[in-house]
């Protein structure tokens, strides 16, 4: 079984832009995001780490209004976009569960396990 999920570049709209999506296999339906901050590709499960809610306030609205960090709409906890690192908040010093992507030309992969 082929467990990713592939994204098209071109639906990715302007730097510091997330696109969510399911994941299917999962028991809970989860979901993940996939962000484009400072030229690079990174892949999140969303999920806080303070308590088991999701992150964006929104739907697919993960971002500060700066488009600087990523911000939980539950209590604010603040992470770096490029590592997924709480720098503020009750859940500082731990990370958001980071998923594994291979960019290629015009498409990236996320891979779900
Ligand atoms: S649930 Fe995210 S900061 Fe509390």
Known sequence: MDNSVIINKNNFKKSADTI???IPSAENKEQGFLVWFDGEFKAYLNQCRHMDVCLD???NEFFDEDKKFIVCATH???YLPSTGECISGP???KSLIELKVLEKKNEVVVFLD
């Open 20 to 22: 969510l999506f399911d």
């Open 57 to 59: 306030w929104q739907p």
């Open 76 to 78: 604010g906890a603040v």
């Open 91 to 93: 859940c500082k010093g």
